[in-house]
């Protein structure tokens, strides 16, 4: 969003007259879906991912780092190790079952 537009916007809520509000709110709403398509596609690839991930789970534990690389190729185009372990832990952390240890292992439930 462009300074201008804010400063318009801020001049409009203190009661001056803005001839081109109409343009600051269509400016606003293009920002507010910007956020909304890249959240969306954020969880478009997180739920890609899920039965990537969790199909190479077994019932002998692994540690992130050698899910990742089990299914780096297969992912959506800039899931990371980080993703990876952020759905192991949080997101799908009741589809799992964590083994605790110096590095903490993930298995399938069972």
């Known amino acids: 969003m462009k300074k201008s537009s804010l400063q318009s916007l801020v001049n409009f809520l203190n009661g001056e007259n803005v001839p081109n509000l109409a343009d600051i709110k269509a400016e606003i709403e293009a920002e507010l879906a910007k956020g909304e398509a890249k959240k969306q596609a954020n ?30 190729d297969k992912l959506p185009e800039g899931f990371t190790k980080g993703k990876v372990q952020y759905a192991i832990t949080r997101l799908w952390a009741d589809e799992v079952t964590k083994v605790e240890g110096k590095t903490n292992g993930y298995c399938a439930k069972a």
């Open 43 to 72: 969880a478009d690839a997180y739920e890609q991912a899920k039965p990537i991930v969790l199909g190479v789970l077994s019932d002998k534990p692994a540690t992130i780092g050698e899910i990742y690389d089990e299914v780096a």
